[in-house]
């Protein structure tokens, strides 16, 4: 009996996948998703999932639930509540972490040389905005759209020592600079959520799909990163007193993961650390990427990456410069990814260490 009725909804949950796909594709908006893992040395994984979201248009009115005077920026992928808070409160560059545990340098290294910041323990805000935004709004305004505590943070107004965020550039205009850490305020699942509902696919397909909160949680480091940049032209406004405005959203979900502890052993696939292969791609993506990055040291016996996908599909998992990359978008799913160090029992990592000594010392 509910069967047309089941046929009907089918059809407009497909034409309206359709109608978006188009509004990609005919918009200056575009979605980006991407993965990391690596190899640490003492046996750990490290994973990096980032999602970036940007639009390029020019404000123009657009109704929104606080303010029906507001001129916000049009976009088919940004959510309304990202810019509404950028117009708010003035946002032109934000970054927000909520890290939890203790990165180890000695043994982990940087996680990526080129972007990491050091992210504390807890909450960290930098933030750049207008002269007369109110800090205490804005954190309040966190804290609701993140459920945490954010609340609590109090932000310095342009601290005497540099602590902005070395990704920021220095704005155009005169902005104000506040700066605020909460070492109580840690991530947990409940911060997890309210970021999902950001992305376009949320954790329906995509590489998002592949994030379990339980089992992120369950390694020894995790870092949620929220970052919002608001780049404006110092054009003059046209008769229609419009700005042309770019405005980037990144995400990132970083953690530590401990197979080892698991299994005594390095190896791993999708499904032991994220429990699936990646099933389904994200139609709204303009980019999905896997990649896997070997790391050697004096004493680490050569691992083995291989896929178990489809054969057209291999060439885009062939190493370059000691990195394998996916193109999930070009990809048959589903796709499995496994890592393996066949000639390796059980790893150990102190006698690893102990016999790599012993060889840098002996005479």
């Known amino acids: 009996m509910n069967a047309p009725i089941d046929r009907l909804r089918s059809l407009a949950i497909f034409f309206l996948a359709i109608n978006l796909a188009d509004c990609q594709l005919t918009t200056s908006d575009s979605f980006k998703e991407s993965l990391t893992i690596r190899p640490l040395q003492d046996g750990k994984l490290h994973t990096l999932f980032k999602f970036e979201l940007s639009t390029a248009l020019p404000t123009r009115p657009l109704e929104s639930p606080a303010s029906s005077n507001l001129k916000l920026l049009q976009s088919d992928l940004l959510p309304i509540s990202v810019l509404e808070l950028a117009d708010r409160f003035g946002i032109k560059q934000l970054s927000l972490s909520l890290s939890r545990g203790r990165w180890e340098y000695d043994r982990w290294s940087e996680p990526n040389p080129d972007h990491w910041q050091g992210y504390p323990r807890g909450s960290e805000l930098a933030v750049w905005l207008n002269p007369q935004s109110n800090a205490t709004e804005l954190t309040n305004t966190l804290a609701g759209i993140f459920c945490g505590s954010l609340n609590r943070l109090t932000l310095l107004k342009d601290p005497p020592i540099a602590l902005s965020n070395p990704t920021f550039s220095t704005p155009a205009h005169h902005q104000s600079f506040y700066h605020g850490l909460l070492p109580i305020e840690q991530p947990c699942t409940e ?90 791609k994200c139609p709204l993506s303009s980019s999905s990427i896997v990649e896997i990055v070997e790391t050697k040291d004096a004493y680490e016996t050569e691992a083995l990456v291989r896929p178990t996908i489809h054969p057209r599909a291999h060439a885009d998992g062939l190493p370059v410069d000691g990195k394998h990359q996916y193109d999930i978008l070009k990809a048959i799913l589903p796709l499995e990814v496994e890592m393996k160090w066949p000639s390796e029992e059980k790893f150990k990592y102190r006698e690893r260490l102990k016999s790599h000594f012993l060889s840098e010392t002996s005479p």
């Open 191 to 280: 911060n997890l959520s309210p970021l999902f509902k950001l992305l376009p696919c949320g954790r329906h397909a995509g590489l998002a799909s592949m994030i379990d909160t339980h089992k992120i949680f369950d390694g020894n480091w995790q870092s949620i990163r929220f970052k919002l940049f608001d780049h404006q032209s110092d054009s003059q406004p046209s008769a229609t007193n419009q700005l042309d405005s770019n405005l980037r959203l990144e995400i990132e979900i970083e953690t530590v993961l401990d197979q080892v502890r698991k299994t005594t052993k390095r190896d791993w696939d999708f499904k032991s650390i994220f429990g699936h292969p990646i099933e389904k």
